[in-house]
């Protein structure tokens, strides 16, 4: 009945999240790629709850904030001081276009910002907040798929049809 089913589907999902970790672990990574998770763009509320873990999980540090902590608001100078090598925004009701529109109209135009060594690089991407990230439940398993993916810049772990494009 439905409790086989569940149980089935749960074990799916962790087989998932356990080949991302065997997957990462099998990398030559040291240190772990500083990645920046912008929840709001102004302020700056950075990823928390479930997202630090998500992002270590996928082999990256996300020092500013730690699994399990409200998302934090963030001045701007503490960003600059993590020298993040990558950042993701992915405000929480927020589809792609409105996230530009508001990226545009924010961060963009800020000094610091453009001193980023991810920006710099080109290693920021705006997600669909709408669907991922921002809601618990099996679609964050699929984050965190992409995640290590974009993270490690190997394309062929990321899910087909992942909402992102880079800023």
Request: hydrophobic fraction near 40%; charge should be negative; glycine fraction near 8%.
């Amino acid at each position: 009945g439905i409790e086989t089913e569940a149980q089935a589907a749960h074990k799916g999902l962790q087989d998932r999240i356990d080949a991302v970790v065997a997957k990462v672990k099998g990398l030559p990574q040291s240190p772990a790629p500083e990645v920046a998770f912008f929840e709001w763009m102004a302020p700056i509320f950075v990823g928390g709850h479930w997202t630090p873990e998500l992002i270590e999980l996928a082999g990256g540090r996300h020092s500013l904030n730690g699994p399990g902590k409200h998302s934090p608001e963030t001045p701007p100078q503490k960003v600059v001081d993590s020298q993040p090598d990558a950042i993701i925004i992915c405000p929480c009701g927020y589809d792609i276009a409105a996230t530009r529109k508001e990226v545009d109209a924010t961060l963009v135009k800020q000094e610091w910002w453009q001193e980023l060594p991810a920006v710099q690089s080109g290693r920021v991407v705006v997600v669909d907040g709408n669907q991922m990230f921002n809601r618990s439940g099996p679609r964050l398993v699929e984050c965190l798929e992409w995640l290590a993916g974009w993270v490690h810049n190997k394309p062929e772990w990321i899910p087909e049809g992942f909402p992102v494009e880079p800023l």
